[in-house]
Protein backbone atom coordinates (compact mmCIF):
# COMPACT_ATOMS: atom_id res chain seq x y z
CA UNK A 1 0.00 0.00 0.00
CA UNK A 2 1.40 3.56 -1.04
CA UNK A 3 2.69 5.72 1.94
CA UNK A 4 0.94 8.71 2.96
CA UNK A 5 3.37 10.81 1.72
CA UNK A 6 3.73 9.35 -1.87
CA UNK A 7 -0.05 9.76 -1.93
CA UNK A 8 -0.10 13.41 -1.34
CA UNK A 9 3.11 14.06 -3.46
CA UNK A 10 1.03 12.22 -6.17
CA UNK A 11 -1.80 14.46 -5.36
CA UNK A 12 0.08 17.40 -5.48
CA UNK A 13 1.40 16.54 -9.09
CA UNK A 14 -1.99 15.85 -10.05
CA UNK A 15 -2.98 19.37 -9.24
CA UNK A 16 -0.16 21.49 -10.61
CA UNK A 17 -0.61 19.32 -13.77
CA UNK A 18 -5.06 19.97 -13.99
CA UNK A 19 -4.14 24.07 -13.44
CA UNK A 20 -1.35 23.59 -16.45
CA UNK A 21 1.79 23.38 -14.88
CA UNK A 22 3.94 20.97 -16.57
CA UNK A 23 6.39 18.30 -14.24
CA UNK A 24 10.56 19.14 -14.70
CA UNK A 25 12.16 17.52 -17.30
CA UNK A 26 15.41 16.71 -19.09
CA UNK A 27 14.29 18.75 -21.94
CA UNK A 28 13.09 21.85 -19.96
CA UNK A 29 15.10 25.33 -21.21
CA UNK A 30 17.09 26.30 -18.49
CA UNK A 31 17.00 29.93 -18.69
CA UNK A 32 19.81 30.75 -16.43
CA UNK A 33 17.53 32.44 -13.93
CA UNK A 34 19.62 30.40 -10.75
CA UNK A 35 18.03 31.70 -7.97
CA UNK A 36 14.93 32.87 -8.88
CA UNK A 37 13.84 28.97 -10.07
CA UNK A 38 13.45 28.02 -6.80
CA UNK A 39 10.43 30.17 -6.58
CA UNK A 40 8.92 28.23 -9.52
CA UNK A 41 6.81 24.94 -8.87
CA UNK A 42 8.82 22.51 -9.84
CA UNK A 43 11.76 24.72 -10.40
CA UNK A 44 11.39 25.24 -13.71
CA UNK A 45 10.17 28.58 -15.34
CA UNK A 46 6.86 27.95 -16.37
CA UNK A 47 6.71 27.60 -20.08
CA UNK A 48 2.99 27.40 -22.23
CA UNK A 49 2.11 30.02 -20.00
CA UNK A 50 0.73 33.44 -19.85
CA UNK A 51 3.31 36.07 -17.54
CA UNK A 52 2.03 39.31 -16.96
CA UNK A 53 4.95 41.77 -16.50
CA UNK A 54 3.66 45.35 -15.18
CA UNK A 55 4.98 48.73 -15.76
CA UNK A 56 3.71 51.28 -12.70
CA UNK A 57 5.50 54.37 -14.82
CA UNK A 58 6.86 55.09 -18.12
CA UNK A 59 10.65 54.92 -16.75
CA UNK A 60 10.63 51.32 -16.06
CA UNK A 61 8.63 50.23 -19.56
CA UNK A 62 12.58 50.09 -21.23
CA UNK A 63 13.60 47.75 -17.95
CA UNK A 64 10.31 45.61 -18.32
CA UNK A 65 11.12 44.85 -22.59
CA UNK A 66 14.74 44.49 -21.74
CA UNK A 67 14.27 41.84 -19.02
CA UNK A 68 11.70 40.11 -21.42
CA UNK A 69 13.93 40.01 -23.70
CA UNK A 70 16.30 38.20 -21.59
CA UNK A 71 14.43 35.77 -21.61
CA UNK A 72 13.28 35.54 -24.93
CA UNK A 73 16.52 34.99 -26.00
CA UNK A 74 16.49 31.16 -23.32
CA UNK A 75 13.33 30.11 -25.09
CA UNK A 76 14.56 30.93 -28.50
CA UNK A 77 18.01 29.09 -28.34
CA UNK A 78 16.30 25.88 -30.14
CA UNK A 79 14.96 27.82 -32.81
CA UNK A 80 11.63 29.23 -33.91
CA UNK A 81 10.56 32.73 -34.05
CA UNK A 82 8.95 35.21 -31.63
CA UNK A 83 5.88 37.52 -32.44
CA UNK A 84 5.74 41.38 -30.87
CA UNK A 85 2.66 42.38 -31.32
CA UNK A 86 1.52 46.56 -30.34
CA UNK A 87 -0.37 50.00 -31.22
CA UNK A 88 2.85 51.54 -30.79
CA UNK A 89 6.31 50.13 -31.25
CA UNK A 90 8.86 51.56 -28.77
CA UNK A 91 11.59 49.16 -29.69
CA UNK A 92 14.74 49.59 -31.92
CA UNK A 93 14.75 45.81 -33.46
CA UNK A 94 19.06 45.87 -34.05
CA UNK A 95 19.41 46.87 -29.84
CA UNK A 96 17.64 43.08 -29.03
CA UNK A 97 21.15 41.69 -30.47
CA UNK A 98 22.32 42.90 -26.75
CA UNK A 99 20.22 40.21 -25.70
CA UNK A 100 21.12 37.39 -27.93
CA UNK A 101 18.07 37.94 -30.63
CA UNK A 102 18.61 38.21 -33.98
CA UNK A 103 16.15 41.08 -35.52
CA UNK A 104 14.85 38.91 -37.93
CA UNK A 105 13.82 36.04 -35.88
CA UNK A 106 11.20 38.85 -34.33
CA UNK A 107 8.47 39.45 -36.30
CA UNK A 108 6.90 43.05 -34.97
CA UNK A 109 2.83 43.58 -35.84
CA UNK A 110 1.69 47.25 -35.19
CA UNK A 111 -1.80 47.12 -34.81
CA UNK A 112 -4.76 50.16 -34.87
CA UNK A 113 -5.89 49.81 -31.90
CA UNK A 114 -5.78 47.65 -28.55
CA UNK A 115 -8.75 45.35 -29.60
CA UNK A 116 -7.18 44.21 -32.66
CA UNK A 117 -4.12 43.29 -30.36
CA UNK A 118 -6.19 41.26 -28.05
CA UNK A 119 -7.36 39.51 -31.08
CA UNK A 120 -3.90 38.71 -32.63
CA UNK A 121 -2.19 38.13 -29.36
CA UNK A 122 -4.78 35.55 -29.08
CA UNK A 123 -4.44 34.12 -32.73
CA UNK A 124 -0.63 34.02 -32.15
CA UNK A 125 -0.53 31.75 -29.05
CA UNK A 126 -2.22 29.13 -30.69
CA UNK A 127 0.65 29.19 -33.40
CA UNK A 128 2.64 25.97 -31.77
CA UNK A 129 5.64 27.08 -34.19
CA UNK A 130 6.39 30.12 -32.32
CA UNK A 131 8.65 30.22 -29.57
CA UNK A 132 6.83 32.68 -27.80
CA UNK A 133 4.95 35.21 -28.42
CA UNK A 134 5.22 39.16 -26.69
CA UNK A 135 2.00 41.46 -26.46
CA UNK A 136 2.02 45.20 -25.34
CA UNK A 137 -1.41 45.11 -23.52
CA UNK A 138 -2.62 47.88 -20.96
CA UNK A 139 -5.61 46.42 -19.64
CA UNK A 140 -6.19 42.31 -19.31
CA UNK A 141 -9.00 41.34 -17.83
CA UNK A 142 -10.03 37.46 -16.08
CA UNK A 143 -11.62 36.47 -19.52
CA UNK A 144 -9.39 37.08 -21.75
CA UNK A 145 -6.64 35.84 -19.42
CA UNK A 146 -8.31 32.86 -19.76
CA UNK A 147 -8.30 32.48 -23.29
CA UNK A 148 -4.81 33.51 -23.53
CA UNK A 149 -3.87 31.16 -21.09
CA UNK A 150 -5.81 27.87 -22.52
CA UNK A 151 -4.12 28.76 -25.86
CA UNK A 152 -1.06 29.00 -24.69
CA UNK A 153 -1.53 25.56 -22.38
CA UNK A 154 -2.99 23.58 -26.03
CA UNK A 155 -0.27 25.13 -28.42
CA UNK A 156 2.99 25.65 -25.64
CA UNK A 157 3.51 28.67 -26.56
CA UNK A 158 5.11 31.51 -23.86
CA UNK A 159 3.27 35.17 -24.17
CA UNK A 160 4.62 37.70 -22.72
CA UNK A 161 1.97 40.39 -21.52
CA UNK A 162 3.74 43.73 -21.44
CA UNK A 163 1.17 46.20 -19.11
CA UNK A 164 1.96 49.66 -19.43
CA UNK A 165 0.31 51.93 -16.09
CA UNK A 166 -2.24 50.15 -16.40
CA UNK A 167 -5.41 51.46 -14.81
CA UNK A 168 -6.24 47.91 -12.50
CA UNK A 169 -4.10 44.71 -11.64
CA UNK A 170 -7.30 42.57 -10.62
CA UNK A 171 -6.95 38.68 -10.54
CA UNK A 172 -5.95 36.86 -13.32
CA UNK A 173 -5.35 33.66 -15.11
CA UNK A 174 -1.59 34.04 -15.99
CA UNK A 175 0.52 31.87 -13.99
CA UNK A 176 2.68 34.47 -13.15
CA UNK A 177 2.75 38.11 -12.72
CA UNK A 178 6.68 40.42 -12.30
CA UNK A 179 7.23 44.23 -11.91
CA UNK A 180 10.58 44.99 -13.44
CA UNK A 181 12.46 48.17 -12.24
CA UNK A 182 15.96 49.54 -13.53
CA UNK A 183 18.81 49.23 -11.56
CA UNK A 184 21.46 51.46 -11.85
CA UNK A 185 24.63 49.87 -13.56
CA UNK A 186 27.71 48.81 -11.85
CA UNK A 187 30.61 49.35 -14.56
CA UNK A 188 34.18 47.43 -14.36
CA UNK A 189 36.75 49.31 -12.13
CA UNK A 190 38.53 52.02 -14.18
CA UNK A 191 36.31 51.79 -17.30
CA UNK A 192 34.41 54.74 -18.74
CA UNK A 193 30.83 54.58 -19.83
CA UNK A 194 27.39 52.62 -19.07
CA UNK A 195 27.91 49.27 -17.18
CA UNK A 196 25.51 46.67 -18.05
CA UNK A 197 22.33 46.37 -17.90
CA UNK A 198 20.78 45.46 -14.71
CA UNK A 199 16.67 45.12 -12.53
CA UNK A 200 15.43 44.77 -9.72
CA UNK A 201 12.94 41.37 -10.00
CA UNK A 202 9.46 41.41 -8.30
CA UNK A 203 7.81 38.31 -8.92
CA UNK A 204 4.47 39.44 -7.08
CA UNK A 205 2.31 36.34 -8.24
CA UNK A 206 2.85 32.95 -8.90
CA UNK A 207 0.73 30.15 -9.09
CA UNK A 208 1.75 27.48 -7.33
CA UNK A 209 5.26 28.57 -6.16
CA UNK A 210 6.77 31.34 -4.15
CA UNK A 211 6.75 35.47 -4.94
CA UNK A 212 10.24 37.30 -4.04
CA UNK A 213 12.58 39.47 -5.28
CA UNK A 214 16.34 39.51 -7.07
CA UNK A 215 18.81 42.16 -8.13
CA UNK A 216 20.46 41.13 -11.19
CA UNK A 217 22.20 41.84 -14.23
CA UNK A 218 23.08 40.87 -18.23
CA UNK A 219 26.92 40.26 -18.43
CA UNK A 220 28.22 38.47 -21.30
CA UNK A 221 24.93 37.27 -22.68
CA UNK A 222 23.19 35.73 -19.68
CA UNK A 223 22.15 36.41 -16.18
CA UNK A 224 24.02 37.72 -13.54
CA UNK A 225 23.71 37.52 -9.66
CA UNK A 226 26.83 38.28 -8.35
CA UNK A 227 30.05 40.76 -9.10
CA UNK A 228 31.89 38.36 -11.16
CA UNK A 229 33.57 40.32 -13.80
CA UNK A 230 32.77 40.08 -17.40
CA UNK A 231 36.29 38.93 -18.53
CA UNK A 232 36.19 36.41 -15.90
CA UNK A 233 32.98 35.10 -17.53
CA UNK A 234 34.56 35.55 -20.69
CA UNK A 235 37.54 33.36 -19.93
CA UNK A 236 35.31 30.80 -18.23
CA UNK A 237 33.29 30.98 -21.71
CA UNK A 238 35.99 30.64 -24.26
CA UNK A 239 37.12 27.76 -21.96
CA UNK A 240 34.26 25.67 -22.13
CA UNK A 241 34.40 26.14 -26.05
CA UNK A 242 38.05 25.94 -26.61
Known amino acids: MPAKQDILAQLQRDILALQGTRPATASAIDLGLGPI?????????????IHELISPRPETAPAT??????????LMQPGGACLWIGCTRKIYPPGLKTFGIEPDRVIFLDMKNEKEVLWATEEALKCNGLAAVISDIRELTMTTSRRFQLAAEQSRVTGFILRQ????LHPTAS?????????????EAGMPGLGFPGWNIGL????????????????????????????????????KTG
Open 37 to 49: TAAFPNNTFPTGA
Open 65 to 74: SGFTAALVSG
Open 165 to 168: QPRN
Open 175 to 187: VARWQISPMRSKG
Open 204 to 239: TRIRNGHPGNWQLEWQAGRFQFDNTPVATLLEQRQR
